[in-house]
T-cell receptor, first 111, second 112 residues
């Protein structure tokens, strides 16, 4: 089953902060976050592993609540370049390296 | 430079025709994946392969076929059985251990 992302869309002024949430009904091993600009391939942002390990972008942070099967992506001091659609991909325990992606959150940063 | 290449960038399919999308990687990754993306939607997994000569169906495999004869290559064939093939197709690869997936630039398939 597909993870649920919220909000579906958000508009920010440059410099504002945003939080994007990803929630799954299954026990998760890892959560992967990507940003996709229109017509382009998704670009890796962050991976959060069960047990607390994180790897990713310097200016973006995220959290992973293993008990609630939820992850949140924190975008601080947003820049115009942050605009795009953000996807979470979830990997279940025993699922190999197979990801199930959410439907995405559209983020637009304006001047 | 290491990376993933997909070709062609745009592909047109006639009714009843099979078409093959190419995906090549030189990252020495064991695992490769094919996703389909429809407008305004997320990515849905078609097929994946964790090792040469082995692959598994994803969530929407009907109407598609793949092969994995070489570590570097994972072509996807969209068969005539796929009645609604118009979409953006993305190939990805990752290392065998739990690492992130890296995506190619994609192929946009349109039906004439």
């Amino acid at each position: 089953q597909q993870p649920v992302q919220s909000p579906q869309a958000v508009i920010l002024r440059e410099g504002e902060d945003a939080v994007i949430n990803c929630s799954s009904s299954k026990a998760l091993y890892s959560v992967h976050w990507y940003r996709q600009k229109h017509g382009e391939a998704p670009v890796f942002l962050m991976i959060l592993l069960k047990g607390g390990e994180q790897k990713g972008h310097e200016k973006i942070s995220a959290s992973f609540n293993e008990k609630k099967q939820q992850s949140s992506l924190y975008l601080t001091a947003s820049q115009l370049s942050y605009s795009g659609t953000y996807f979470c991909g979830t990997e279940t325990s025993g699922g190999g390296n197979k990801l199930t992606f959410g439907t995405g959150t559209q983020l637009k940063v304006e001047l | 430079d290491g990376g993933i290449t997909q070709s062609p960038k745009y592909l047109f399919r006639k009714e009843g025709q099979n078409v093959t999308l190419s995906c090549e990687q030189n990252l020495n990754h064991d695992a490769m994946y094919w996703y389909r993306q429809d407008p305004g939607q997320g990515l849905r997994l078609i097929y994946y392969s964790q090792i040469v000569n082995d692959f598994q169906k994803g969530d929407i495999a009907e109407g598609y076929s793949v092969s994995r004869e070489k570590k570097e290559s994972f072509p996807l064939t969209v068969t005539s059985a796929q009645k609604n093939p118009t979409a953006f197709y993305l190939c990805a690869s990752s290392g065998r251990t739990r690492e992130t997936q890296y995506f190619g630039p994609g192929t946009r398939l349109l039906v004439l």
